[in-house]
């Protein structure tokens, strides 16, 4: 009698794969993924939005009457999470029936569940990095120091992050090298545990405030052309539109520059630039951050997209826009930027990779995955702890005589706050 796998196979593939792809998971762990993956469906097709939070303005009077007070607006913006690409791994065999039917499911699924773990990993840290809007330290300067770490949350906290919620400092692992002296008396939990990749990650679940972890899965990204030197710094040939309601569905500002050296030169997505003269506030209290020395914090944001430049010229999108208005509801800066500001570009190297770290409350970006349909009556689609949907897909090709397996994951991201998460470097 021919062999008959059908019965069962799937769901077992489903569920050897489900957990080794839980246990390893790390950056996808720290940020939300119970809000967005509910709204995914393949009837909602690539995007799906949500409203942001207003803010308003609060009346301090002597006595009580508002009658000639400027009211705060009801203004209300939407972010939008998109669907990014399949993330797939597939095989196919002809003679492994046994390997399938006997106990050795773990060893055959384990790296394909890794990959497609690590996969998703290293696309959401890429989509991080161009989309937090702050950043601490000096880009290219190493972590050797837990105070780097510390200061990144003295940053967000400055800033006006909420502090109630989680919050993550991820870098590479050689980072801790450096740390490695301090990292014996910080970490604690129980060793017994299963060592999962998230477990395993952490070096410390609290310094500052933040969990510290290690992740293979950073994205690295190479710095423009533009050389070394005074070709890296510009000016705003205009004054960017500055009002949240130009900015508040996508919280990314246009800003025009010059005088960046000549030529075709770039500028690439998760570079960061500064405005001279400009400070940033503190979103909470709308009072101008200061820093260890008493100097005011400059706005700072992360180019998102990749920019050739026309003769030094061109439009940086950039990530953690700068908003001032009369009324003051949302600004993020001082004082607005301006034509003749001078711009400049922190990465100090061109055409450099560079590697941050990540620091970010877990509220500032979300991820989801669109449950996907069944290609066959014996798919099945199954889900991690915290709602990632994976589809198994078994099938044959009749004619070559071979067996094949897929698994499909199909995920988004969102950004809810660009101002809740930064790139971090060493002082």
């Not at 300067?141 to 940053?155: E, F, Q, R």
């Not at 050689?174 to 060793?191: H, I, P």
Request: net charge negative; proline share 4%; charged share 15%.
């Amino acid at each position: 009698m021919a062999n008959d796998l059908n019965s069962n196979t799937v769901e077992d593939l489903a569920r050897v794969f489900t957990e080794k792809f839980e246990s390893s998971r790390v950056v996808s762990k720290t940020v939300n993924t119970q809000l967005l993956t509910p709204r995914l469906t393949p009837d909602t097709g690539g995007e799906v939005s949500f409203k942001r939070p207003t803010d308003f303005n609060a009346i301090r009077t002597t006595g009580g009457d508002i009658s000639s007070s400027t009211k705060s607006s009801i203004l209300t913006g939407k972010t939008t999470g998109v669907v990014q690409p399949y993330i797939t791994v597939a095989t196919e065999w002809s003679n492994v029936e046994e390997a399938l039917e006997l106990d050795q499911l773990d060893q055959l699924l384990a790296p394909m569940a890794e990959r497609v773990a690590i996969t998703a990993d290293l696309s959401l840290s890429e989509y991080i990095l161009k989309n937090a809007a702050l950043h601490y330290g000096t880009p290219g300067t190493a972590i050797t120091k837990w105070s780097d770490i510390a200061g990144a949350n003295a940053l967000m906290q400055s800033v006006g992050v909420p502090m109630s919620g989680e919050q993550f400092y991820l870098m590479n692992p050689f980072a801790t090298t450096e740390l490695a002296d301090l990292q014996a008396g910080l970490q604690s939990g129980n060793t017994d545990m299963i060592r999962t990749a998230w477990e395993k990650a952490q070096t410390t679940r609290s310094f500052g405030g933040m969990t510290a972890l290690t992740s293979n899965a950073m994205k690295n990204y190479t710095s423009g052309t533009l050389s070394a030197g005074a070709n890296r710094a510009g000016t705003l040939s205009s004054t960017p539109t500055a009002t949240y309601v130009s900015v508040k569905d996508t919280m990314i500002q246009s800003i025009p520059v010059t005088g960046f050296g000549a030529g075709a030169d770039t500028i690439k997505a998760g570079e960061i630039v500064q405005v001279t003269g400009r400070g940033r506030l503190n979103l909470s209290t709308r009072e101008l951050i200061l820093g260890a020395t008493g100097s005011e914090i400059l706005w700072s944001g992360t180019v998102t997209a990749d920019v050739t430049l026309s003769g030094g010229a061109g439009t940086l999108l950039v990530a953690g826009p700068a908003i001032i208005e009369a009324n003051g509801q949302y600004n993020t800066v001082a004082s607005a930027l301006t034509s003749g500001d001078v711009i400049t570009l922190l990465n100090a190297a061109a055409s450099t990779p560079y590697q941050p770290s990540m620091f970010y409350h877990k509220e500032a970006f979300g991820m989801g995955t669109v449950k996907l349909p069944k290609l066959f009556s014996t798919d099945t689609v199954t889900e991690s702890v915290d709602g990632m949907s994976i589809r198994v897909s078994r099938y044959a090709d009749g004619d070559a005589n071979t067996q094949k397996v897929r698994f499909d994951l199909l995920p988004a991201f969102i950004t809810f706050n660009p101002f809740f998460a930064g790139q971090g470097f060493g002082v």
